[in-house]
Each structure stands twice: as structure tokens, then as C-alpha cells.
């Protein structure tokens, strides 16, 4: 039985065009392995880590990146708080400084739930 999927995975891409002319791109993965993928599949799938969509950040949020937005202060960022066993909410996502001094909870507004100017960190 045949089944449908969403997945999203962090890779570093260079534009190539194929042997037969077909513009895409050179996708490498974590593991080392490269392929190559047709430009309009490429895109569809695949977010730049400068300019991302609210579920690309909250993606680098759980892998333990933290993230900000366009426009933001640069001395301020978010981090989703890992297990731990002080007075800090593990599973919740804090504001905190460049030196990861917590600040506060953060809850996103309409506007951030809708932007596609999400950086990592």
C-alpha cells in the first residue's frame, strides 16, 4: 500500500544542470551522499536557512538550532528549551541573548506565523 509524505532534512545544494541540459541542482546530505535534483522539485521542497517559512524555523528549532527574524535586534534570538531540570519549561520556546541568558516565553504572532524571513541563527 502505497503512502504519502512530508519530511524536511537540512542539505547544502549548488545550482548544476544535468548532463542532458535540464537545469537543477547538486544536493549533498548530511551522510556525504550527493544527488541531483530538477530545479522546480529542488525549490518546491527546499527553504534557504535565510529566508524560511514559520514551519522551516520551528524544523531548526527542534534540531537544537536557535533562530530570529529579519529585522530583529542582533543581539537576540530564540532557542527551544531542551530537557532540563531547573525552573525553565522544557518543549518551550524562550527569547534569549547572544550568551544564551533566557529572557522570556515566546509566543508567535500572526505575523510570525506567516513570515518567510526566518533566519538561523
Request: glycine share 8%.
Amino acid at each position: 500500500m502505497t503512502k504519502h509524505y512530508y519530511g524536511t532534512k537540512r542539505v547544502t545544494a549548488w545550482e548544476q544542470d544535468s548532463k542532458g541540459g535540464d537545469e537543477g541542482y547538486a544536493v549533498r546530505y548530511a551522510d556525504g551522499y550527493t544527488s541531483w535534483s530538477p530545479k522546480d522539485v529542488f525549490e518546491e521542497a527546499y527553504q534557504p536557512v535565510d529566508a524560511m517559512s514559520f514551519s522551516g524555523a520551528l524544523s531548526a528549532l527542534k534540531e537544537g538550532r536557535s533562530v530570529w527574524r529579519s529585522g530583529w535586534a542582533d543581539d537576540i534570538k530564540l532557542v527551544l528549551m531542551p530537557d532540563r531540570s531547573d525552573e525553565w519549561e522544557t518543549g518551550t520556546i524562550y527569547i534569549v541573548d547572544l550568551q544564551d541568558a533566557l529572557f522570556f516565553k515566546w509566543v508567535p504572532g500572526d505575523d510570525d506565523l506567516t513570515a518567510n524571513d526566518w533566519q538561523i541563527a
